[in-house]
């Protein structure tokens, strides 16, 4: 739209477009979130067109002085954005008609909304994976607190939920450090495509304007101006980037949701949530319900369904601009704001639960969890071969059940029975804490190791 209300294109398309696709195919409502990125790009823009001669002085402070005004405008929300205007891009310029007059048609020389757009997109984009990787940071530190605290903490550790192995509380939550550096690196590795300048591609071709794409490259803070003009304005590839490593993190913050739903339940009360992370029920008084957990797990579901929406829009798309690209901001900011909202509820979540310690120790001592150690014990003291040592442990599993014993229960003689060449110093194999201990290989549940990868992570 001009300053006579009709858009830039009114001389050429005479006809009304139709008022239904006016409104819905807007995106000014969406796309106004980037407003200062636009509004900076563009005074980097002309700064660039003017010292390549390309407009003058006058005309370029002119643009500038009227850009920050609008800037100050959008921020004190004196600023109306309408639908009409199609986009943030167009609203701009029509504004700065209105505020410097005719000279406000010299900002777009060189450039298409086609660059202008993935300008303010990628810095908006650096900017946000940027504010992730310190929510992450954080989440890790939140996490680091509680292993330290629970280095002793001995749970049952399950495979298919049932008794596997005990281990270290500590060693539970540290998983999930592993899996958030994962996600902080994902997130770092979009940046080299993140950090190429698109501006000076224009609509798909480049310019015939001596433009310096890289002056404006540094100025803005990317590193190198992207190699090929079409592929430029086609390319969508870094917001796929951003979407699969958002899923991957927001599905390891609902693996842990699902964790503690579970281990939170009546079956297993493992742990406690406290009253400012549960709602209740409207028909059970006794109700103290999980739903934040239940909210991170859920949320993972429109990651996914955004990264899909993205693949299925850019599969076949020919090469260039297609209004059919439009829909990025959108599914870019809704999984930005999930994940983000998502980081910090579990942050949250993190600080405000806590270890039944005693049920801990209670269930992890149930279902034969020792049998690995005892089967190794026979490996290590009888020199028997592992699966020999397997068979035989599973002979004393089986004797157990039938007589109804837990393993600290059976005396030498039993044993002996079984096994004859087995020595007193079994009995140490049947303590949880001992198992435990005993995992002293790299990465694995010893008290020892919890230690040194807590140190490692803090260094990090
Ligand atoms: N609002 C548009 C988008 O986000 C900007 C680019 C428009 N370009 C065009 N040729 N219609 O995709």
Known sequence: MNKKNKPVWGTRIKGKTSAIFEKISSSIYIDKRLFKEDIHASIIHVEMLNRQKIINFKVKNKIIWGLKKIQNQIIKKKYEFDYKDEDIHMSIEKKLFEIIGEDAGFIHTARSRNDQVLVDFKIWMINSNLRLIKMLDQTIKNILRIAEKNIY??????????????ISFA????????MFERDKKRLKRNFDSLYENPLGSGAFSGTSFNIDRNFTTKKLGFKKPTGNSIDTVSDRDFVL??????????????????????WNSDAFKLITLNDSIVTGSSIMPQKKNPDTLEYLRGKVGNSYGNLFSMLTILKGLPLSYFKDLQEDKKIVFETYDNLSNSIKIFNDVLKN??????????????????????ADYFVKELNYSFRKSYQ????????????KKFFSDLSIQELKKIEPNIKDNVIKVFDIRNSVNSKKSYGGTSFENIKKMIRKYRNA
Do not use: W
């Not at 979407?243 to 390891?252: D, I, N, P, R, T």
């Open 153 to 166: 903490t001995v749970m049952p550790g399950f495979t298919h939920l049932k008794n596997a192995q005990p």
């Open 353 to 374: 639960f806590t270890i039944n310690k005693k049920e801990m120790l209670e269930l992890a001592d149930k279902g034969y969890i020792t049998a690995t150690d005892l």
């Open 241 to 262: 980037d951003f979407l699969y490593a958002s899923s991957v993190c927001a599905m390891h913050i609902s693996r842990f949701a699902e964790e503690f739903i579970i």
């Open 392 to 403: 035989l442990t599973a002979k004393i599993v089986n004797y157990c059940e039938k007589n």
């Open 171 to 178: 060693h539970y939550i540290l998983a999930y450090v592993e």
